[in-house]
């Protein structure tokens, strides 16, 4: 089983960037999927994440209105779109996803890296002001 996260970059503040994260070996599309960011000496933080059928998706606060996680099953590809970025948005980008099919959780555990049992190799996004 495989993710590859892929579309980071380097941008100037207030540009957009969508990174995708392709899935292989196994489908996630009944699965809970999440994004993670990684800042040079900060711990792992989440994102976002879609819940298994797609129609539940969470955030944290600070990309709430600039950022929207999305799947497309067919392509069992997971999607997050990046848009007015800050410098503060720097960071290696992690994609995840949970082996449990078909099963939804408290918001607060969305947000765990315990969660996710599958990790992608991150893809760095730089922001400059």
């Known amino acids: 089983v495989q993710l590859q996260a892929s579309g980071g970059g380097q941008v100037q503040a207030g540009d957009s960037l969508r990174l995708a994260c392709a899935a292989s070996g196994r489908t996630f599309s009944s699965n809970v999927m999440g994004w993670f960011r990684q800042a040079p000496g900060k711990e792992r933080e989440f994102v976002a994440a879609?819940?298994?059928?797609?129609?539940?998706?969470h955030y944290t606060d600070s990309v709430k209105g600039r950022f929207t996680i999305s799947r497309d099953d067919a392509k069992n590809t997971l999607y997050l779109q990046m848009n007015n970025l800050k410098p503060e948005d720097t960071a290696v980008y992690f994609c995840?996803?949970?082996?449990?099919?078909?099963?939804?959780?408290?918001?607060?555990?969305?947000?765990?890296?315990?969660?996710?049992?599958?990790w992608g190799q991150g893809t760095q996004v730089t922001v400059s002001s």
């Open positions: 879609i819940g298994w059928s797609g129609d539940r998706t």
């Open positions: 995840a996803a949970d082996g449990r099919r078909r099963t939804t959780y408290t918001d607060g555990y969305y947000r765990s890296t315990s969660l996710y049992d599958y």
